[in-house]
């Protein structure tokens, strides 16, 4: 298993792949939840993304804030 980060953009191609495969009708029941599964892991990855990213545009905003008070 690799240890790199997953890229937003391929979880959330993971995260589509999954919703259109539960959306389609000739799938069974197993696949459908190793489907969900699959979905899930990928909407964890892409939210952890998104709330690092919040956190750092968060942090420089703060700090552009201190400099432009400061200056």
Do not use: H, N
Not at 16 to 35: F, N
Not at 54 to 71: D, N, P, S, V
């Amino acid at each position: 298993m690799s240890t790199e980060k997953p890229v937003f953009e391929e979880s959330l191609s993971r995260l589509e792949q999954a919703s259109q495969e539960l959306k389609s009708q000739d799938v069974s029941l197993e696949e459908a939840i190793e489907s969900y599964k699959s979905g899930l892991k990928a909407y964890k990855e892409c939210r952890e993304i998104l709330d690092q990213a919040a956190q750092e545009i968060e942090t420089l905003t703060r700090e552009a804030e201190l400099k432009g008070a400061e200056g």
